[in-house]
């Protein structure tokens, strides 16, 4: 068969490494991809928006399957939009949430909503959208003994969360949010919520809108710098399994949130097929979501992964025939840590353009795989061309073992300006 992957960062190159290791695939095609991509698949020039070039390529090239990597084209309806132009009836099945399920990460009113009527464990908190509604919310609220957290309320690249600690820092963000629009319409309306305190933890799940199966836990690095310190990123590094979740608690974290969040979406007459990632704290009182998004997590899907035994395709098609019920997910033992190395100046305005040196030094090592993100080929160099760069992906039989092996790919590359954290997975050791 033929697979058509859209994206261009490390959870897409992940993607086409695994399907690729399915007997069952012919040709792996990406949309744009990136340098890493070209590995498993022939990249496209077209952007993940542009639905109808994307439709002309899955028709040209007998596409069979495609896998939405990205939030931005599932919330703007691309699954829909191969429905409705006759695609998935031609047989050209697409990987993903329709418009109104995705709209989970779309929109944060909408997943606070949804978890109030449904008794899903999250931060206490309320929707706004008046200006003068939230400063009043605010203004009663007693924020020496409570936090808050003020969330626009669409998708703006990540950055539409601020954590606040006293009444002033909770007033600007809404003048940022809502009257300046810092992040475009997003800030049209607001969440409201306590500030959660624990460990955040990331659980992905397949499911075919009955049946759901978790794959392994994992927890990201979010901050730039050691330490958790400084300002939020799309993600420094992963490690899977997550210590902290234990068995006992992937249990609750199915029948509390995962199920319910599926039942609910579907007593809305919703229906959810795809990754389901759910974003956790894992506090005192249990498990509560931060956030879901309607899609494979970057950089947790480089570990995830890596861990997991199944043929992917097969996977992929149960979420799409809706016989899930018939798979049983099979991961390795040990564990698998990804290590993400990005541009100088990164998460804010970064250099680009800068080559690469040493991926060939990986290529011989066990056990060890490099994901692209912001690579690009130019007259047979790789260069950097994005904020997030590589990911070294590591797997070992003990965490501690993955991440010295990771931190020794990492050690192989260099380029003008690279920047690495160098405590990705110290948590797990912790936890041991
Ligand atoms: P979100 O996009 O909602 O996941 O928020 C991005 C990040 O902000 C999360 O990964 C957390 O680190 C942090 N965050 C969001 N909501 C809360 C909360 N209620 N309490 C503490 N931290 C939060
Ligand atoms: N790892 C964070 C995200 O994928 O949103």
Same mark, same amino acid.
């Not at 899903?120 to 003994?145: C, H, Q």
């Not at 460990?199 to 499911?207: D, H, K, P, Q």
């Not at 899609?295 to 395709?313: I, K, M, S």
């Given at each position: ?14 993607l ?7 007997? +069952? ?9 990136n ?17 109808? +070039?994307?439709?002309?390529l ?10 939405v ?12 939009y191969?429905k ?5 009836n ?5 990987f ?58 669409g ?38 919520e ?26 990201d ?33 199915y029948k ?11 007593s ?23 956030e ?27 979420c ?31 250099? +680009? ?7 060939d ?41 993955a ?30």
């Open positions: 068969m033929n697979i058509l992957i859209i994206g261009q960062g490390g959870r897409e190159h992940t086409a490494w695994k399907l690729k290791q399915s007997k +069952k695939v012919d040709h792996i095609y990406c949309a744009p991809g340098a890493g991509t070209l590995e498993a698949a022939e990249n496209f020039d077209i952007q993940v928006d542009d639905f109808e +070039k994307i439709g002309f899955v028709q040209e090239k007998n596409i069979d399957l495609t896998v990597g990205p939030e931005a084209p599932l919330v703007s309806g691309i699954v829909d191969f409705e132009n006759g695609l998935v031609q047989g050209h099945q697409i993903g949430p329709e418009k109104s399920a995705a709209i989970i990460e779309g929109s944060k009113v909408f997943a606070k909503q949804l978890m109030k009527k449904y008794n899903i464990p999250t931060a206490e908190g309320e929707s706004f959208k008046e200006v003068n509604k939230a400063m009043e919310y605010i203004e009663l609220n007693d924020w020496r003994s409570h936090h808050l957290v003020i969330k626009a309320d998708l703006a690249a990540g950055k539409g969360v601020i954590i606040c600690h006293n009444i002033e820092e909770m007033r600007e963000a809404i003048q940022k949010i809502m009257v300046d629009k810092e992040f475009g319409s997003a800030g049209e309306k607001v969440v409201i306590e500030k959660l305190e624990g460990e955040e933890a990331s659980i992905l799940a397949l499911t075919d809108g009955k049946t759901i199966k978790l794959l392994a836990s994992s927890q690095h979010k901050a730039i710098f050691n330490g958790d310190k400084g300002p939020n990123t799309g993600g420094m590094g992963a490690y899977a399994p997550a210590c902290i979740i234990t068995p006992k608690m992937e249990k609750q974290i509390e949130i995962l199920l319910p969040t599926i039942q609910g979406l579907s809305e007459k919703i229906f959810y097929q795809g990754c389901l990632y759910a974003g956790l704290m894992i506090t005192q009182e249990g498990p509560k979501v931060l879901f998004n309607c899609r494979f997590g970057d950089p947790e899907t480089q570990a995830v992964l890596t861990l997991l035994q199944n043929d992917l395709v097969d996977l992929l098609m149960a799409l025939s809706g016989r899930l019920d018939k798979e049983e997910i099979k991961n390795k033992t040990g564990a698998a840590c990804c290590v993400v190395m990005v541009s100088k100046g990164y998460p804010g305005k970064y250099e +680009k353009g800068k080559e690469i040196f040493g991926l030094k990986i290529k011989g090592m066990k056990n060890i795989q490099v994901f692209h993100a912001g690579t690009k080929k130019e007259n047979g160099k790789i260069i950097t061309s994005g904020g997030r760069v590589l990911g070294v992906t590591a797997y070992a039989h003990n965490i501690k073992e991440i010295f092996k990771a931190y020794q790919g990492v050690d192989k590359i260099k380029w003008s300006g690279e920047y690495h954290r160098k405590d990705i997975g110290r948590r797990a050791l912790k936890n041991k």
